[in-house]
């Protein structure tokens, strides 16, 4: 996965719509990557994931109900942060899941890329 993250918070702020750019680690092992974004405050309904020419688009809305706080000590908004895959991502894989405000994708490697075992044949 290209790391060269695309940052929105410009437009963002020139159409008031996206207000952070959620934090992410991201991790990888053998078989592919592993995505965690912070997005508090965003329920599985209001969570939106696309691949489209290789750029990963995470996008969540924080429903009106969490907005109209009383008394707060950060805003919650809406999140956007695109990606840029590289080709050894296999994007019809891609899986997500969603728990308590942590948003984690796993991203699997294409087997052409996946290291590989190759067997010594006895003569």
């Known amino acids: 996965m290209n790391t060269n993250v695309q940052n929105n918070n410009e437009s963002a702020a020139a159409t008031g719509k996206y207000i952070t750019t959620p934090p992410v680690d991201i991790f990888e092992d053998k078989d592919g990557y592993k995505l965690i974004a912070d997005m508090p405050g965003v329920s599985k309904e209001n969570l939106d ?3 489209e020419n290789s750029e990963l688009t995470i996008s969540g809305a924080v429903s009106d109900d969490q907005k109209d706080a009383e008394y707060s000590e950060f805003t919650l908004g809406s999140y956007k942060r695109k990606f840029v895959l590289n080709e050894e991502i296999d994007s019809t894989g891609i899986n997500a899941s969603m728990e308590n405000g ?5 991203l699997p490697k294409r087997e052409s890329v996946k290291p590989r075992k190759i067997e010594i044949k006895s003569a």
């Open 49 to 51: 994931i696309s691949v």
């Open 102 to 106: 942590v948003l984690t994708l796993t």
